[in-house]
């Protein structure tokens, strides 16, 4: 999947690349952003959620940058090596045309692991091309200094806690106090390696010769297309599909089986606006259902440690007034993620203002609880049978939800406009006792059935009567409300009602006449349910996918499936998505998200399968 191609020099004058302008390339500990132009604008050090080295997505000024890219006038086209997270930019030029390869070795022992290598490799396939490599990082989110030492093809970059080595197979020299550059000409069939190692702690500096490039390269393209070949998806849109996989997969912190929701911070839902959140942690809901979507596809090994992950960190006995359990966790398994303001970044485009934390970790979402219990009842059925240990924590956990369910909570969009009776959160507390009353007794399992069943059926109730809206003809976003909301697109997805049922089909076409536009859907107007942040938002691209699945479910196959197609169209040049799309079709939020690529891949599964 390549991209268009595009007129530019070093950034083309532009201070920001558009964020569906870039491709992503990781180790599975942290990831890396490349610009169409070849510039590396956000990668943090050495996890997800350390502070950035560059983040000059975030501020073009401070935030620190790796460029790479022709010294000439270009044009550029991205595209992935086939079936591999391996990110090429090609730089088509007067002389001649190159290309830079990135990529983050995977597979090697647990030193190489350390290292958290970046290789930039340069390579002129037809005619000459000069290039110009600059690197200049900004620690801490641009608030550390460092000091360089530079000897010949060889830099390194320290500050207290963390020291970089750059290697090159060029000569450096220093571009001002803090950063170093290299000018090269390439002509047809050479090359240029540049390495970015984190040292220190018992790993030392070491030149990348190309030799031992090209075979890094070959390695790390081996290891991506072993690991997707356990894929069983054969179906229509494979190349979409096998993407998103790629993608969640590069969303994984090998370390604990920790799955983010999106590896970036303070992308903005809207340009100019608030709305900013740092997305760098696991989000229960978001890994529960990235879990359904790999194992849909037959990856169990990223759902056994997912579930390992459950185990260790997540303990239903934390008794927290948010319950049991967080909405979310560090990658470490943490719960303290106290969130903070970096009030000297001028945010993406001038979109302040850049956070790191999150606040709503000690939110009430009771919908965590359905999303959690049902991955564990498909990872029951579908890879392995969970433990006796695993067991009584579902228990506990059900238990408790039985005892809770009837509150106001924050809701699955986590709204800073106080609690209220979400019907999407009764809904998933529904899910999570009918999946632990489907594992008991599908597994003859110990339980309190007859009170489960009798709160199940309470709840199935009680969203019948208080979350139907006779005036709209339609379930409504929280009880005794008027307000439509597309999180109930998932009522039949999860099987709470059938998808032809005539309350289901009018809601469906309720929600098709107000929140939909174009095949691209609104989560909900905030003009008519206020969230407690100022300014509009894009269509959410999570709730697009659903509203195709539940059409493929109420029978509406055609329309489901130009809608899907249609939504295909807004992905980026390589397949990828934010949280959200402009209304004049720009991806905005935090980039790639989890979310927006498991609801792609179940979406197309359940097309495909419609379509026979």
């Given amino acids: 999947m390549g991209g268009t191609a595009q007129d530019r020099g070093v950034r083309g004058g532009r201070r920001y690349v558009p964020i569906a302008e870039h491709g992503l390339i990781g180790d599975l500990r942290s990831v890396a952003l490349v610009g169409t132009d070849g510039t590396i604008d956000w990668y943090c050090c050495p996890a997800f959620d350390a502070p950035s080295v560059f983040a000059s997505i975030l501020d073009a000024e401070r935030g620190g940058c790796f460029e790479l890219a022709a010294t000439v006038p270009a044009r550029t086209k991205q595209f992935y090596f086939p079936d591999t997270n391996v990110l090429i930019t090609r730089f088509f030029t007067e002389g001649g045309v190159g290309e830079v390869q990135d990529f983050m070795p995977v597979g090697g022992g647990p030193a190489e692991a350390e290292r958290h290598r970046l290789i930039r490799r340069v390579v002129c ?127 994984t912190y090998a370390p604990t089986g920790a799955i983010v929701a999106a590896p970036t911070t303070s992308l903005p839902e809207e340009l100019g606006g608030e709305r900013n959140w740092d997305y760098r942690y696991v989000w229960v809901r978001d890994a529960a259902f990235c879990v359904y979507a790999l194992l849909r596809l037959g990856f169990t090994g990223e759902a056994e440690a997912f579930m390992d992950f459950v185990t260790r960190h997540i303990s239903p006995g934390d008794g927290k007034t948010s319950g049991p359990l967080q909405i979310m966790y560090g990658i470490d398994g943490r719960t303290e993620l106290p969130e903070r303001t970096l009030g000297h970044l001028e945010g993406h485009h001038g979109s302040a203002p850049v956070r790191v934390g999150n606040a709503a970790a000690d939110q009430l979402q009771l919908d965590i609880y359905g999303a959690l219990i049902d991955s564990v009842y498909l990872y029951d059925k579908w890879a392995k049978p969970v433990s006796s240990g695993h067991w009584d924590d579902v228990c506990a956990l059900v238990d408790w939800v039985c005892a809770h369910w009837d509150q106001p909570d924050e809701g699955i969009w986590e709204t800073r406009g106080g609690r209220k009776n979400f019907l999407y959160s009764r809904l998933m507390c529904w899910v999570a006792i009918e999946r632990a009353i489907r594992m008991a007794n599908r597994r003859g399992l110990p339980a309190d059935l007859p009170r489960w069943r009798e709160c199940r059926d309470t709840i199935y109730r009680r969203i019948m009567s208080r979350g139907w809206c006779e005036e709209r003809g339609a379930f409504v976003q929280h009880e005794d409300g008027d307000v439509l909301d597309a999180a109930v697109l998932m009522m039949p997805l999860t099987k709470f009602i059938a998808p032809t049922d005539p309350k289901w089909l009018s809601t469906l076409d309720v929600l098709t006449e107000e929140l939909v536009s174009d095949s691209l859907v609104y989560r909900y107007d905030p003009r008519s349910s206020p969230d407690g942040l100022r300014g509009d938002e894009g269509t959410f691209s999570i709730c697009s996918f659903w509203y195709v699945e539940a059409m493929v479910h109420a029978g509406r196959i055609d329309e489901a499936r130009l809608a899907f197609e249609k939504m295909l169209t807004y992905a980026n040049h390589l397949g990828l998505y934010a949280e959200e799309i402009s209304h004049t079709g720009q991806q905005q939020g935090n980039f790639p998200q989890a979310f927006t690529h498991l609801a792609l891949i179940s979406a197309a599964f359940n097309l495909d399968r419609a379509l026979g």
């Fill in 125 to 251: 396939v037809r005619g000459s091309i000069p290039f110009r490599a600059r690197v200049a990082p900004r620690f801490d989110y641009g608030s550390l200094p460092h000091t360089v030492r530079l000897a010949g093809d060889t830099a390194e970059f320290e500050t207290e806690g963390l020291t970089l080595a750059l290697t090159s197979t060029v000569p450096l020299e220093a571009d001002g106090p803090d950063d170093v550059c290299g000018e090269f000409k390439l002509s047809e069939g050479d090359s240029a390696v540049f390495a970015l190692d984190k040292v220190g702690g018992g790993v030392a500096a070491r030149r990348c010769a190309r030799t031992e490039a090209e075979e890094q390269f070959a390695a790390t393209v081996a290891y991506w297309r072993r690991w997707l070949a356990a894929s069983r998806y054969k179906g229509r849109w494979r190349e979409m599909v096998h993407r998103s996989a790629l993608t969640l997969k590069l969303l």
